[in-house]
């Protein structure tokens, strides 16, 4: 596609549900990431992947967070018993081999109530 | 490890005006340094990046930004501000994983 495909833009669910968000990146690119963005904070990595290459999964804060990337595009960010400290934007961004600089999706805003 | 500072919370500038949004990094080796601006509600856009050569980047929307490698800063200039401009601007470091700043809001009054 043309850029960064996030999916849901935004989701409301209850405290100790399951959620799923979905990145589509752009056709092509080898590099996946997974930011977090509370509310007046900055960025947060949560995890990277690269081509075939194992995850780098250092920034994910909990074992309740998980992530695939199947095929080497479509990513799913799952985030098991949720808590209301995970509400929080959350950026998905490509880049190609060997670029600097990544395209971010406009993200999926979670709210955890 | 890597690591990005950017000193002021919100820059306030009018229109017309010169703006500077400092940022300042440390890091082990060469820096590769990004500027990404935010507008709200929407995901984060490439402004310009420093990989090697001229210490002068020019990036979209008529921004650039300096590479001080004595003073480890990298910060983000536009010679008029537009109202258009007033965001949340991030600057980054890092080769393939950015290391992103906790952002500055400008605000540009007409």
């Known amino acids: 596609g043309a850029g960064v495909s996030q999916s849901p833009s935004n989701k409301v669910t209850e405290k100790g549900k399951d959620v799923e968000l979905r990145c589509d990146p752009i056709?092509?690119?080898?590099?996946l990431y997974w930011y977090r963005q509370s509310l007046g904070q900055g960025l947060e990595f949560l995890i990277y992947?690269?081509?075939?290459?194992?995850?780098?999964k250092s920034g994910l804060p909990s074992d309740r967070f998980s992530a695939e990337r199947t095929g080497g595009s479509v990513s799913t960010l799952t985030i098991q018993r949720t808590q209301q400290e995970d509400s929080a934007v959350y950026l998905c961004?490509?880049?190609?081999?060997?670029?600097?600089?990544?395209?971010f999706g406009s993200g999926t805003r979670l709210t955890v109530v | 490890a890597q690591s990005v500072a950017q000193p002021e919370d919100q820059v306030n500038v009018a229109e017309g005006n010169p703006l500077t949004v400092k940022c300042t990094y440390s890091?082990?080796?060469?820096?590769?340094l990004f500027w990404y601006v935010q507008y709200p509600n929407r995901g984060l856009q490439f402004l310009l990046k420093y990989i090697t050569g001229d210490n002068l980047v020019k990036g979209s929307y008529g921004f650039e930004a300096e590479f001080n490698k004595s003073q480890t800063s990298f910060h983000l200039k536009k010679p008029s501000a537009l109202v258009s401009d007033s965001a949340l601007y991030f600057c980054a470091v890092g080769f393939q994983k950015l290391v992103f700043g906790t952002g500055t809001r400008l605000l540009v009054s007409p």
């Open positions: 890091v082990s080796g060469n820096p590769y």
């Open positions: 056709s092509g690119h080898t590099a």
């Open positions: 961004a490509s880049s190609p081999l060997e670029s600097y600089g990544y395209t």
């Open positions: 992947f690269q081509g075939n290459s194992a995850p780098d």
